[in-house]
């Protein structure tokens, strides 16, 4: 069974950095797709930053140049550093993985990031 459980989110001020931590369980995740979406109050879920088991890196234009993902297989964890934090990052971050792109989408219970001005 694949769990995804998500840490370190919080409250922060404008300009200030969080790092979330995502620790995955119940497979073997090197072959499997892993990132970070993010869900704001009214919106959508959007995709913040996708490693791929290919090693591809993407990340949402309103979040290039200062977040950054990383993963390690060995541990099975997917991480995000956030610098330069705005207002407008403020959202419930969920951990995402999946199956080489073609199995089901898993999902973490999300983080809360609060971004004070």
């Known amino acids: 069974q694949v769990q995804l459980v998500e840490s370190g989110g919080g409250l922060v001020q404008a300009g200030g950095s969080l790092r979330l931590s995502c620790a995955a369980s119940?497979?073997?995740?090197?072959?499997?797709?892993m990132g970070w979406y993010r869900q704001a109050p009214g919106k959508q879920r959007e995709l913040v930053a996708l490693r791929t088991s290919g090693f591809t890196t993407m990340y949402a234009d309103s979040v290039k140049g200062r977040f950054t993902i990383s993963r390690d297989n060995a541990k099975n964890t997917v991480s995000l550093q956030m610098n330069s934090l705005k207002p407008e990052d403020m959202a419930v971050y969920y951990c995402?993985?999946?199956?080489?792109?073609?199995?089901?989408?898993?999902w973490g219970k999300g983080t809360a990031v609060t971004v004070s001005s």
């Open positions: 119940g497979a073997i995740f090197s072959t499997w797709d």
């Open positions: 995402y993985a999946r199956y080489m792109a073609v199995g089901p989408a898993y």
